[in-house]
């Protein structure tokens, strides 16, 4: 299955009484599809704080994704946990739902070695006929996939895609000299997508891509085209927003910056969830400086 190049981890928004505001969400959902130039969402990822929305969230919120979207772009839901069980049973429950895809990001606090990731993730592909994309993001589990261990888990049939947050070229650069043709390589880092492409990914799974999706597309076109200086200045122009969103000016955790600077899109995306908190008065207007220059 192709999901096409341009991924957006969609955000969830939330109401005043921080449940999920389904208004908006049917609103976010057509804006990213068709103004931002989304070729496929992933729903309840860690953009769309997957950490406190509960199993029955979650699944409601796979099957409004799937009705709204409407085969315009592809869906992707997020099913993994640290929990091998939890993660079969909340991926079954998606394939029922008409999913074009699942996430699962690698077992988090437990920590466990190559073989058990091998093992977690060969249960959870085994039991659903859908298309998988693995999520590597050492930073947040603690645990890093090796290029060897990706490798292995690209030989089965129904694992399809990696997105590659370790923000480690060489390792990207394993994976895509060794994995088959049908394994498709994203980019899980917004500043490291051309420079991604350029060794061989496929496309990106992107949070800046909520405000700046069309730009980012069209210079994944120049790339793909044969128009590396023209790829190369946008690349340059996005920067600011690739930095901004997470460092807006000192880091702060995805999604708290792009949850609140949606407001300069038209669509309320709310507050978040506890543990995280939402952006300081000189956060927001780092923020909101930032976001006008993109404007016009």
């Known amino acids: 299955m192709d999901f096409g190049r341009l991924l957006t981890a969609m955000v969830t928004p939330f109401d005043g009484d921080l449940k999920i505001d389904w208004n908006q969400t049917a609103k976010l959902i057509d804006y990213l599809i068709d103004e931002q130039a989304s070729t496929g969402l992933v729903i309840a990822g860690t953009t769309g704080e997957s950490p406190t929305l509960t199993d029955e969230e979650k699944l409601e919120l796979f099957r409004f994704a799937v009705r709204?979207?409407?085969g315009r772009a592809k869906i992707i839901a997020g099913t993994g946990s640290n929990d091998t069980a939890h993660s079969i049973h909340l991926s079954q429950e998606a394939e029922k739902l008409g999913v074009d895809a699942i996430m699962l990001v690698s077992p988090y606090y437990s920590r466990t070695?190559?073989?058990?990731?091998?093992?977690?993730?060969?249960?959870?592909?085994?039991?659903?006929?859908?298309?998988?994309?693995?999520?590597?993001?050492?930073s947040r589990t603690g645990v890093n996939i090796e290029a060897k261990t990706m490798l292995a888990l690209a030989d089965i049939p129904n694992i399809v895609a990696v997105k590659e947050s370790s923000g480690d070229l060489d390792q990207m650069s394993a994976i895509l000299a060794g994995a088959p043709d049908r394994f498709k390589l994203y980019s899980g880092d917004d500043s490291l997508t051309l420079p991604a492409l350029s060794i061989g990914a496929y496309g990106i799974v992107s949070v800046t891509s909520h405000l700046v999706g069309k730009l980012m597309s069209e210079m994944i076109d120049a790339h793909v085209s044969g128009q590396p200086d023209r790829a190369s200045k946008l690349h340059l122009r996005l920067s600011p927003m690739f930095k901004g969103m997470f460092f807006c000016?000192?880091?702060?955790?995805?999604?708290?910056?792009?949850k609140y600077a949606m407001k300069h899109r038209g669509i309320d995306c709310g507050g978040v969830r506890l543990p995280l908190i939402g952006v300081t008065p000189e956060e927001a207007n780092y923020i909101d400086v930032l976001v006008a220059s993109y404007e016009g």
């Open 113 to 138: 070695s190559q073989d058990g990731l091998l093992a977690h993730f060969r249960a959870v592909a085994s039991s659903v006929s859908l298309p998988i994309m693995i999520y590597n993001i050492p």
């Open 249 to 258: 000016p000192h880091r702060v955790p995805n999604p708290v910056p792009v």
């Open 68 to 70: 709204q979207a409407n």
